[in-house]
C-alpha cells in the first residue's frame, strides 16, 4: 500500500496496536521524567537510553552490585548531565523505574 499525505497512521494500524503503542509511550515517558528527576539529569532520556539503563543495570546485580550503586553506575555511564540539576521532588526507587522500563 503506498501511503498518500491524506492517509491517516490509524487507518495504517489496528486499533489494538494504536492503544499499545499509546500505552507504551506513556510507561517510556514516565520512566524518562523519573530518571530525569533521581539522576539530576537536564532532559529525560530517550527510550533508546532507559533500554540500555536498565540493561546495564540487570547486568550490575547479576554481577553482585547493590541495586542502587547499580542504577547509579549505570545512569553516569548511559545519561549526559548526569547530577547536572536539582530538583525538588523525589523520583521512585530503582525497583519502579525498571518496571516502568519494562513494561510495554
Do not use: C, N
Request: hydrophobic share 40%.
Amino acid at each position: 500500500m503506498v501511503r498518500t499525505p491524506a492517509m491517516r497512521l490509524d487507518m495504517l494500524i489496528p486499533l489494538a496496536s494504536v492503544e499499545e503503542l499509546e500505552t507504551w509511550g506513556r510507561v517510556m515517558a514516565a520512566a524518562s521524567h523519573q530518571l530525569m528527576i533521581k539522576y539530576g539529569l537536564p532532559r529525560e532520556p530517550s527510550d533508546g537510553e532507559v533500554a540500555r539503563w536498565a540493561e546495564l543495570v540487570r547486568r550490575l546485580r547479576s554481577q553482585g552490585s547493590d541495586l542502587d550503586l547499580a542504577g547509579e553506575t549505570a545512569a553516569r555511564q548511559i545519561f549526559t548531565g548526569f547530577r547536572t540539576r536539582h530538583y525538588a521532588s523525589q523520583a521512585d526507587t530503582i525497583d519502579t523505574l525498571l518496571r516502568l522500563a519494562d513494561q510495554k
